[in-house]
């Protein structure tokens, strides 16, 4: 066992070594674009290695989702080493290599923001530190300090077989424990994201945070409302789906990270003395976290209608108090409730439609099969996931337990019943185009 030389935050000139006998990383494992884009690399002189969330994950043994490479060449010359490519990205520029379907993003070397002197063209942070550019080229070692956690930062040398360590990673990794690199609060304000990052590495790994890397978070939660709605979309959908659901919610909740992405859940959570509603959000993260990533889409709508059930229905009935019928007031609801959401997470149309469709057909359902015109409710797209929905509010006592299969027994014995039929339409023919 060797012993660690380089801890996070030292001033370390060269990077630990592990051999292959100690790492134990089998190259076949690797993906052989990612393989051919490092050789390919190194045989034109330039230093590349597979880098990141690829490497962590085989040496955790989980399936990784991709693989990315790390080089000291610059964008222009990746993009002229391989023909099927393109330069992307805003804040900082990366390569994405394309074989077939698959995806070899390749990015160069960076430096991080310590000792940038911030007139530098290529640099640009918000008053509260979070950085909006750096796009600023640096060395192998500047790359490795740059990253996040620790266990992010190994880079596989697939020409010689051995993990080069400059931050104390592959200790961690053994020791089980997740760790911020340099100092936590100054890197949570460079990009609050990390604070996001830091809940799902610890879903996905199992490890704890270690003790500096947590303390922060509960305290620099509100910098969450410093970052673009439309990328926190994109970072709670990480969080929600793909199997680690519920455990990323319940560690939200935990740091104080889930109210800054959804207040009126947070506050309706508080509320709840007799724990309903976060049973009725736990069954729907199940749901999500056993579905396949197919039904993503799908996953992703139930879990939003357990998050805005209860608020949209407290609203629902103040508008109600004041004389509105229960289905136009819980669109009423829905209506403010979404448009005040999307300044904290911006929800695409896809998702946020079917939400509310399905929310306001709970409204439908709770009158019973015997209301007038339920016959047509069987025909309506939101019946069956409703109805889905229905048993998980009855599984924890937010609706009557007989009332879902009520209307499972009339949909099995109900006359089908056709549209409702108006006057017919008549089409008007277009007057031909004049010609000259």
Not at 20 to 37: C, F, K, N, Y
Request: glycine residues 8%.
């Amino acid at each position: 066992m060797h012993e660690r030389k380089n801890h996070p935050g030292s001033e370390a000139t060269e990077p630990v070594v592990i051999p292959r006998t100690e790492h134990r990383l089998d190259p076949g494992q690797i993906s052989t674009s990612a393989l051919h884009v490092v050789r390919r690399l190194v045989d034109q002189g330039f230093l590349a290695y597979v880098v990141g969330g690829g490497v962590r994950d085989l040496l955790l043994c989980i399936p990784p989702k991709d693989f990315d490479v790390a080089t000291n060449a610059r964008p222009e010359d990746v993009r002229r080493l391989f023909r099927h490519s393109r330069i992307i990205g805003r804040r900082f520029r990366l390569v994405h290599v394309f074989f077939g379907h698959e995806i070899v993003e390749v990015a160069t070397f960076r430096r991080g923001s310590t000792g940038v002197v911030r007139s530098h063209p290529q640099f640009e942070a918000t008053a509260s530190g979070r950085l909006l550019r750096d796009n600023l080229y640096g060395s192998e070692r500047e790359d490795a300090f740059r990253r996040d956690f620790t266990l992010n930062a190994l880079y596989f040398d697939a020409v010689q077989e051995t993990i080069r360590d400059w931050v104390g990673g592959f200790d961690d990794l053994r020791n089980g424990v997740l760790r911020l690199i340099g100092d936590p609060e100054a890197r949570y304000r460079e990009d609050p994201v990390r604070m996001l990052r830091a809940v799902r590495f610890q879903a996905k790994t199992g490890f704890p945070l270690e003790a500096a890397t947590a303390a922060p978070l509960p305290r620099l939660a509100p910098l969450l409302a410093t970052v673009p709605p439309a990328r926190l979309f994109e970072e709670t959908s990480k969080l929600m789906l793909f199997g680690q659901g519920l455990r990323n919610f319940n560690g939200l909740v935990d740091q104080g990270l889930f109210k800054p992405l959804f207040p009126w859940t947070a506050e309706w959570l508080a509320a709840d003395e007799g724990g309903v509603h976060r049973a009725l959000i736990e069954r729907a993260l199940r749901v999500g976290d056993e579905a396949s990533r197919e039904m993503a889409d799908r996953s992703f709508i139930f879990i939003l209608a357990g998050f805005f059930w209860g608020p949209a229905r407290q609203y629902m009935r103040w508008h109600v108090g004041e004389g509105m019928d229960r289905v136009a007031a819980m669109r009423r609801a829905l209506q403010v409730l979404m448009r005040e959401q999307q300044k904290h997470v911006s929800i695409p149309r896809r998702i946020l439609d079917p939400v509310e469709s399905l929310l306001v057909h709970q409204i439908r359902l709770d009158q019973g099969t015997a209301q007038a015109g339920s016959g047509h409710l069987l025909h309506h797209p939101a019946f069956a996931t409703g109805l889905d929905f229905l048993r998980l509010r009855a599984d924890v006592g937010d609706a009557p337990a007989d009332l879902e299969s009520a209307w499972r027994d009339y949909a099995a014995t109900a006359p089908a019943e056709e549209p409702a039929s108006g006057p017919a339409r008549i089409r008007r023919r277009r007057r031909p185009r004049r010609t000259l």
